[in-house]
T-cell receptor, first 114, second 118 residues
C-alpha cells in the first residue's frame, strides 16, 4: 500500500538550533517526493521536491532534504531555525507519471522558541 | 508564476444552504485541479480530481451529489457544497497542475477556504 509516515507529530526547537523532520514512504514505483509548509489558516507552499538525480535537494528558505532509497526516507533539514519557520510541515509522495494523486503524511507541527 | 487563488477565503452559512467555492489558476492553464479537505490539526484528504471539460473523479467515501465539482475552463474549477450541514465545516484547499509544467506531478496550491456551517 502507498503511504507516507511522518513519525513526529510535534517538534519544538530553539531559534538557531538545527532541525530535522522525518519522512518515510512506502511506494511501489519510483517516487516523486515533496515537502510542503503550511502556516495557520493558509494553503500549502512547496519547499522542495525530488524527482531524480542528486539525492540532496535544496529548497527555499534554507531547507534541504535528502532522498535515501535504501531507507525509503526523505528527511527535511535546516541548519539554523528561525522563529518564522514555525508552521506545519507535510511530506508527500506521488507517482512518476501514471497518476496525478499526491499522498500526504499526517504532518509535523514545528514550534520555535526564542 | 504558478499562482492559484481561491474565493472566498472564508464563508459562514446557515445549515441547509449551498456554498460555492472558486479555484482559479491565475497565470497558467490547468487541465487538472484537485480539491482537498482538511480538518483541524490533520492532513489533507483528497476529495476529487477535476479535469477540464469532463466529470470529476471522486475519492471513495466522498458524496458526489453533495460536493459538486465543475471545471468549465482551463483556469477555473468550482466546488459547491450542497445543503451544507455543520459537519461540512472544514478548510477546503484546491490545487492545480500546470499544463506546460516541466514537473509532471507538481501541484500548486491555493490559500484555502474556511467554511463554517451554523
Amino acid at each position: 500500500a502507498q503511504s507516507v509516515t511522518q513519525p513526529d507529530i510535534h517538534i519544538t526547537v530553539s531559534e538557531g538550533a538545527s532541525l530535522e523532520l522525518r519522512c518515510n514512504y512506502s511506494y511501489g514505483a519510483t517516487p516523486y517526493l515533496f515537502w510542503y509548509v503550511q502556516s495557520p489558516g493558509q494553503g500549502l507552499q512547496l519547499l522542495l521536491k525530488y524527482f531524480s538525480g542528486d539525492t540532496l535537494v535544496q529548497g527555499i528558505k534554507g531547507f534541504e532534504a535528502e532522498f535515501k532509497r535504501s531507507q525509503s526516507s526523505f528527511n527535511l533539514r535546516k541548519p539554523s531555525v528561525h522563529w518564522s519557520d514555525a508552521a506545519e510541515y507535510f511530506c508527500a509522495v506521488g507517482a512518476a507519471r501514471s497518476t496525478d494523486k499526491l499522498i500526504f503524511g499526517t504532518g509535523t507541527r514545528l514550534q520555535v522558541f526564542p | 508564476g504558478a499562482v492559484v487563488s481561491q474565493h472566498p477565503s472564508w464563508v459562514i452559512c446557515k445549515s441547509g444552504t449551498s456554498v460555492k467555492i472558486e479555484c482559479r489558476s491565475l497565470d497558467f492553464q490547468a487541465t487538472t485541479m484537485f480539491w482537498y479537505r482538511q480538518f483541524p490539526k490533520q492532513s489533507l484528504m483528497l476529495m476529487a480530481t477535476s479535469n477540464e471539460g469532463s466529470k470529476a473523479t471522486y475519492e471513495q467515501g466522498v458524496e458526489k451529489d453533495k460536493f459538486l465539482i465543475n471545471h468549465a475552463s482551463l483556469t477555473l474549477s468550482t466546488l459547491t457544497v450542497t445543503s451544507a450541514h455543520p459537519e461540512d465545516s472544514s478548510f477546503y484547499i484546491c490545487s492545480a497542475r500546470d499544463l506546460e509544467g516541466l514537473s509532471y506531478n507538481e501541484q500548486f496550491f491555493g490559500p484555502g477556504t474556511r467554511l463554517t456551517v451554523l
